[in-house]
């Protein structure tokens, strides 16, 4: 007979045991799970508001917004972003120069980098893939080119 005072139940025993499994199993899950970090720098309102709901719609993203440049440059040492998404005609700082300066920063030399913009001609193309951007996107875009091209760069769908 078990004393009740020492000696678990076994079924209480088994019972606790699979308890705590499944909170370790639950807590390794987040641990693996880390929210992506996107910073939005657009001096459109609607642009931002239009981008961040495609990227809050995307599972794992969280997303920061700036309205220019110089703001961008002030977000960035605070935050640790996986993915940068700028204008390129801004007042203050405008996108290109956000992209030349950003590439000279360490922390975010290798981060993906993307640019929205109205300007369509080939050779603003061109310039800002130079400058290192990874993506270009011509204003207006439909929300499932961005969504791809997210997924492409941060989940490598």
């Known amino acids: 007979m078990l004393n009740s005072v020492t000696e678990p139940h076994p079924i209480r025993l088994s019972l606790h045991l699979l308890v705590c499994m499944v909170v370790k199993v639950d807590m390794s899950k987040k641990a693996q799970t880390k929210d992506l970090r996107i910073l939005i720098v657009d001096d459109s309102a609607a642009t931002r508001s239009f981008v961040i709901s495609i990227l809050e719609s995307i599972d794992g993203c969280s997303v920061t917004a700036t309205a220019n440049g110089f703001e961008a440059l002030k977000v960035l040492p605070r935050g640790d972003f996986d993915l940068i998404i700028t204008d390129i005609n801004m007042p203050d700082i405008n ?16 981060v993906p980098l993307f640019i929205i913009s109205t300007e369509g001609a080939e050779r603003d193309r061109t310039k800002g893939l130079s400058l290192g951007a990874d993506e270009y996107l011509v204003k207006p875009f439909s929300p499932d080119s961005l969504e791809t091209l997210v997924r492409k760069h941060l989940f490598k769908e």
């Open 95 to 110: 996108g290109l120069e956000l992209i030349n300066y950003v590439k000279k920063m360490p922390s975010y030399k290798d």
